[in-house]
C-alpha cells in the first residue's frame, strides 16, 4: 500500500492520494440500545498502528456510506460523526492536522436504489462540512444508473433536493470562512454543539429553482445575528501559512 501510494505520488505529485475507506471506525452495532457511534477503542489503537500509511497519504478517504438498517432510527447522525471525526483525529495523531479529510458519500441507502432524505445528506454532507472536511466524493454505483428510469430519477433528485443542498452547505461554509476566519480557514463546529451545522438561516436566505433544471440561484446576506450565531457554534481552523483565532494574522514559518 504504501509502494502504491509512492508511486501516485511519483507519477502524479499534486494528487491527493489515499485509500477509500482508510481510515475505518467499525461502528457498526446499530442493534445495541446504547448506541454512540463512538468507535471503539481497539479499532483507534489500531489506526494508531498505520502511522507508516497516513504518513504516505496526501488525504484521508473515510466512507461514511449510510447502511440501509440506520433508515428511520435516528442514528445516522452519530454514526457518521464518529467516522469523520477519527479521520481528523488520525490526522492529528500522523502530525499532519491539514491532512484533508475527503468522506466518500452516496445519494442512497448503501446497496439499495432509496434516495437519502433531506435529513440524512444533513448527517452526512452536512456534518462532514461541519467538521471541517476538505470535500466529499460523492459515489454512485453503475446499478443504479443501469435505466433510463434511475438517471431521470436521480436527475430529478438532483434538481430538487441534492442541488439546493449542497448550494445551501457550501454556501454556509464560505460565507462562515468569510465571517469567522478572514477567508484564511475552515468553520469547524465547537465541541459545545454537537448538533451544530453550516445550513443558512432561512429567514435570511432563500435558494431558487430555475423551471427545468437550470442553474440554482441564491438570494440574501449574513445577518449580523447570523454571524454572531456562527460565532458561537464554530470556530476557525487555519489554512497553512495562517494563525490566530480568526486566521487574520500570517504564520512565521
Known sequence: MAGTLQLGRALRPRGLWGFYGFPDCYNYDFLSPNYTGQCPSGIRAQNDQL???WGQSR???PSIYMPAVLEGTGKSQMYVQHRVAEA????VAAGDPNLPVLPYVQIFYDMTNHFLPLD???HSLGESA???AAGVVLWVSWENTRTKESCQA???YMDTTLGPFILNVTSGALLCSQALCSGHGRCVRRPSHPKALLLLNPASFSIQLTPGGGPLSLRGALS???QAQMAVEFKCRCYPGWQGPWCEQKSMW
Open 120 to 122: 440524512e445528506l444533513e
Open 51 to 53: 502511522g507508516w500509511l
Open 130 to 132: 461541519a467538521q471541517g
Open 88 to 91: 481528523f483525529r488520525v490526522a
Open 154 to 156: 436521480i436527475k430529478e
Open 59 to 61: 488525504a484521508l478517504y
Open 224 to 226: 449580523l445575528e447570523d
